[in-house]
C-alpha cells in the first residue's frame, strides 16, 4: 500500500503560484492514479485534478481549470499541481490520493496528510 507525504503548500497573495508535490513510498507508484482534493473550512472534501498512471490523462474541476496543472514524474515517485493565478477562494487543506485503475473510475483508497494552502486578497 502506498504511502503519500504532500509538501508545497504555505501563504501566498492572490495571483501568485505555487506547486505542491505529493511524494509516494511503499508501492508501485505508476500502478496508481494520481489525485488532488482539497477542503475548505466548513466544506465538504473536493476534487480538484486527476491524472492517469501514464500522465496521459488528466482532468480538472471546472473552477481550477486554465490555472492549476497536474502532472507526475514515475522516476522520482511524485505528483505535482502548479496553481497559477491563485485566488482566495482556492484557500483550503490540499491532499494527494490514489487508486488502482483510472482516475476517475471509483473511490480514491490511500491519502496523505494534506498541506494547507492559504491566498490572501
Known amino acids: 500500500q502506498v504511502q503519500l507525504v504532500e509538501s508545497g503548500g504555505g501563504l501566498v497573495q492572490a495571483g501568485d503560484s505555487l506547486r505542491l508535490s505529493c511524494a509516494a513510498s511503499?508501492?508501485?507508484?505508476?500502478?496508481?492514479?494520481m489525485g488532488w482534493f482539497r477542503q475548505a473550512p466548513g466544506e465538504e472534501r473536493e476534487f480538484v485534478a486527476a491524472?492517469?498512471?501514464?500522465?496521459?490523462?488528466?482532468y480538472y474541476t471546472d473552477s481550477v481549470k486554465g490555472r492549476f496543472t497536474i502532472s507526475r514524474d514515475n522516476a522520482k515517485n511524485t505528483v505535482y499541481l502548479q496553481m497559477n493565478s491563485l485566488k482566495p477562494e482556492d484557500t483550503a487543506i490540499y491532499y494527494c490520493?490514489?487508486?488502482?485503475?483510472?482516475?476517475?473510475?471509483?473511490?480514491?483508497?490511500?491519502w496523505g496528510q494534506g498541506t494547507q494552502v492559504t491566498v490572501s486578497s
Open positions: 490520493a490514489s487508486r488502482i485503475g483510472r482516475p476517475q473510475g471509483g473511490p480514491y483508497t490511500n
Open positions: 491524472i492517469s498512471w501514464s500522465g496521459g490523462t488528466t
Open positions: 511503499g508501492g508501485t507508484f505508476s500502478k496508481y492514479a
